[in-house]
């Protein structure tokens, strides 16, 4: 679940092992994404955090709306993503940029299902599954391999951003579905997701499939984030510690700052952390 060796490159054999390296580092700055270190999860489930808050914030309380909202943050993540695409290697700020504008966005879908066409959890939940899977399905079928660690073609970039969209907007149905209609809260929420992302990671680590627990962790980790945002900033007649959206958006944004700048100042792209996945 934590891979950051890099996918061999597909360049013909080295004869040399001094020549290895080099080919290495090339092939690493080939993929479009980053180590999935510890400061990978953290980086996401703040960001996951802030696209709760986020959006709250920007529809209810500066009174933009869920419309004008869902414009503004459509517009800044297509713009986003071009960057991201138009770039030739991993830029943590434009990636990390990318992933915080996806995390509202993907929100927002469900939100607009929800709130504003009456759509139930339970339809947009088993909706964004299928959905997903089909996106999986088609990459699969189109490159042989799910794994992040071959980011590293444009065609291979644009699967992988589908199937983070649509993550986001499964993980907050989900997540919705589990504190709110299922009346889990706000704290049994936070602990019962992170026990299931715990569990994922000792399966990685006794030899479960990388792929698959890397993406099933990516996907929980939005539901973890959703709900310690709510934890955060929700009033606690509602069963939150009252910090405020736009309180403990500043915070997160601040901390995800912070570690971005702290993995471009001292890349973290190590290979001995981890094993490389692969599918």
Not at 22 to 39: H, R, S, W
Not at 139 to 156: A, V
Not at 164 to 186: H, K, P, R, S
């Amino acid at each position: 679940m934590e891979p950051s060796a890099s996918e061999p490159s597909r360049a013909p054999m080295r004869s040399t092992a001094a020549q290895a390296p080099a080919d290495a580092v090339a092939a690493d700055m080939l993929n479009k994404v980053p180590a999935v270190t510890l400061g990978f999860w953290l980086i996401k489930i703040m960001s996951t955090t802030v696209g709760e808050t986020g959006a709250d914030y920007l529809a209810v309380h500066v009174g933009l709306g869920t419309l004008l909202t869902g414009g503004i943050m459509i517009a800044l993540l297509s713009a986003a993503l071009l960057l991201q695409l138009r770039s030739s290697r991993y830029t943590p700020w434009i990636y990390w940029l990318t992933v915080v504008l996806v995390s509202v966005v993907g929100t927002q879908i469900t939100d607009a299902l929800t709130d504003g066409l009456g759509v139930s959890l339970y339809a947009s939940t088993a909706a964004f599954t299928l959905a997903l899977a089909a996106i999986f399905a088609v990459w699969y079928r189109s490159e042989r391999t799910l794994s992040i660690l071959s980011i590293d073609t444009r065609r291979r970039e644009i699967f992988y951003w589908a199937a983070i969209l649509f993550t986001f907007a499964l993980g907050t149905a989900a997540g919705d579905l589990a504190t709110e209609a299922l009346g889990l809260g706000f704290r049994l929420g936070v602990i019962a997701f992170g026990a299931l992302i715990a569990l994922i990671a000792v399966a990685f680590r006794i030899g479960a499939n990388g792929v698959l627990t890397f993406w099933l962790a990516y996907i929980l980790t939005r539901p973890l984030g959703a709900s310690l945002g709510d934890l955060l900033s929700q009033s606690r007649t509602y069963g939150g510690l009252g910090l405020g959206t736009i309180n403990t958006s500043i915070a997160f944004l601040a901390v995800i700052v912070a570690l971005v700048t702290f993995v471009t100042l001292v890349p973290g792209r190590t290979r001995a952390q981890a094993s490389a996945i692969r599918a």
